[in-house]
C-alpha cells in the first residue's frame, strides 16, 4: 500500500497571459496558497489612464491542488513592450491560461497579438482561455471565441471565468493541466 508521505509531489508551472487590465493579478492573487510575489509599479504611459499599478516583470504564487500537486503560477505582464518576459516565463511552463476581456470592444484586436505570441503553447494544445467581464444577459459570449479559434483551426478551450474568483482560477487550472495529460481540450 502506497502512503500519501511515499508519493512524489507533482510541481507545474501555469502562466496566466493577457492584456492590461485584464485581471493577471488579481487571478494570480485569488487562487494563491501563498503570499504573492509582484513587480507591480506605477505605470508610466498611457497604462496609468486604465490603472494605478502594472506588472513589469511577473506575479508569481504557490497553489496547491491536492496534497501532492503543487503549482507555480506565474502572471506575465500585459503591456507589449515587456513582451520579452513572455518567452523568459513561458520557459518550462506546463500549459497558458489566456484571459480575455470580453468588455472590450477590440477584444479580437488584443487577443491576436497573444494567439501569435503564445503559439506553441497552442500548437502543443496547451492553453486554455478564460473570458472575463461577460454580462449575465450574454448567452452567446463563450461561442464568439469558440468560432475564433475553429476559423483559425486552434484547438482551445473556452471557459467563463471571474478572475476575482479563487473556484474559478483554480478551474483554469484545472482544465489547462487536464489538456496536458489528455493532448486535446476538455
Do not use: C
Request: proline share 5%; aromatic share 6%.
Amino acid at each position: 500500500m502506497v502512503r500519501m508521505d511515499d508519493r512524489a509531489m507533482e510541481v507545474h508551472k501555469v502562466l496566466i497571459a493577457g492584456p492590461v487590465g485584464v485581471g493577471k493579478t488579481t487571478a494570480v492573487r485569488a487562487a494563491s496558497d501563498s503570499p504573492i510575489l509582484t513587480t507591480d509599479v506605477q505605470p508610466t504611459d498611457d497604462t496609468r489612464f486604465q490603472k494605478d499599478t502594472t506588472t513589469v516583470a511577473m506575479d508569481f504564487s504557490v497553489v496547491w491542488l491536492d496534497d501532492h500537486l503543487k503549482v507555480h503560477l506565474y502572471g506575465t505582464p500585459g503591456q507589449e513592450r515587456f513582451d520579452f518576459m513572455w518567452s523568459v516565463l513561458s520557459k518550462g511552463t506546463a500549459s497558458t491560461i489566456l484571459l480575455a476581456d470580453h468588455s472590450n470592444p477590440d477584444v479580437l484586436s488584443d487577443l491576436e497579438v497573444y494567439l501569435d505570441a503564445f503559439k506553441p503553447m497552442i500548437e502543443k494544445k496547451r492553453m486554455v482561455l478564460g473570458v472575463t467581464r461577460i454580462q449575465s444577459s450574454d448567452d452567446h459570449a463563450l461561442q464568439y471565441y469558440r468560432d475564433i479559434f475553429t476559423e483559425r483551426r486552434m484547438s482551445v478551450p473556452v471557459l467563463e471565468a471571474d478572475p476575482r474568483s479563487r473556484h474559478d482560477i483554480i478551474v483554469l487550472i484545472r482544465a489547462s493541466l487536464a489538456i496536458t495529460q489528455i493532448g486535446h481540450p476538455v
